[in-house]
C-alpha cells in the first residue's frame, strides 16, 4: 500500500511563508513528485515537480516563491511557499510516480494522491 501524507497547512497572512510536507511510505520508492492544488470551483493545477535526479520545474503563477524538494532519507517531499497571496488559498496535495519521467506539471504522469493539506491565505 503506498501511502502519502501531507502537512504543514494552516491559515497565514499575506505576505507570509508556509512550509508544505509530504512523508512517502517505505514501501515506494518515487521517480517523479509533485504538488498540486485546488480551490473550491477551481479546476486542479499543478505548483511544482522535481524528479529522481533533482530536476524541477514550476508554474509561472508561484516561480520565484515557491522551491520544491525532496529529503531522501526522511522520504519527505517539501514545498516552501514565500511571499504567499491570497490567490494561493487551495488544498494543497502530493503526487507521486514509480516511473522516471523528467519533471512534468501534467497530472496524468502521477499514479498516487495524498489526502490534502488546506492552505488559506488572508489578504
Known amino acids: 500500500q503506498v501511502q502519502l501524507v501531507e502537512s504543514g497547512g494552516g491559515s497565514v497572512q499575506s505576505g507570509g511563508s508556509l512550509r508544505l510536507s509530504c512523508v512517502v511510505s517505505?514501501?515506494?520508492?518515487?521517480?517523479?513528485m509533485g504538488w498540486f492544488r485546488q480551490a473550491p470551483g477551481k479546476q486542479r493545477e499543478a505548483v511544482a515537480a522535481i524528479n529522481h535526479d533533482n530536476s524541477a520545474r514550476y508554474a509561472d503563477s508561484v516561480r520565484g516563491r515557491f522551491t520544491i524538494s525532496y529529503d531522501t532519507t526522511k522520504r519527505t517531499l517539501y514545498l516552501q511557499m514565500n511571499l504567499l497571496n491570497f490567490d494561493d488559498t487551495a488544498m494543497y496535495h502530493c503526487?507521486?510516480?514509480?516511473?522516471?519521467?523528467?519533471?512534468?506539471?501534467?497530472?496524468?504522469?502521477?499514479?498516487?494522491w495524498g489526502p490534502g493539506t488546506q492552505v488559506t491565505v488572508s489578504s
Open positions: 517505505d514501501s515506494f520508492r518515487p521517480y517523479l
Open positions: 503526487a507521486v510516480s514509480p516511473r522516471g519521467w523528467p519533471p512534468t506539471l501534467d497530472s496524468r504522469y502521477y499514479n498516487w
